[in-house]
């Protein structure tokens, strides 16, 4: 049985990661070997692993996905940063509540919350 699956991303300079996914996000670092830097919470999750031809509403297939307590909250934060919002803050009819941004490493990360 699966416990967990972990992306790993490829980047030439680790410490463009905290700003995004810990100033910002709020992950902690769980693990730092200097080759490697591994950001994470206590919160529990199931595990998961998508397929897509597109990212809904024809919008490209993002690397990531990751929800979050407030959104709104989230992309007014993001908005206020350097990072570029590819697609804006919208209500889906499947639930979900989400903005699309490009991270320091040009990946495409959905973020998230249920509605």
Request: aromatic share 10%.
């Amino acid at each position: 049985m699966v416990k967990r699956i972990v992306t790993n991303i490829k980047a030439e300079d680790l410490s463009k990661a905290d700003h995004f996914y810990h100033d910002i996000l709020g992950l902690e670092t769980v693990m730092n070997h200097g080759w490697i830097k591994t950001f994470g919470s206590d919160e529990e999750a199931k595990v998961q692993i998508s397929f897509a031809i597109q990212g809904g509403n024809d919008t490209e297939v993002p690397d990531l996905s990751i929800g979050v307590d407030n959104v709104d909250e989230m992309y007014e934060q993001i908005k206020n940063s350097e990072f570029e919002i590819i697609y804006e803050i919208t209500n889906e009819d499947w639930g979900v509540r989400r903005f699309f941004v490009k991270d320091p490493f040009g990946k495409l990360v959905n973020i998230l919350s249920h509605q």
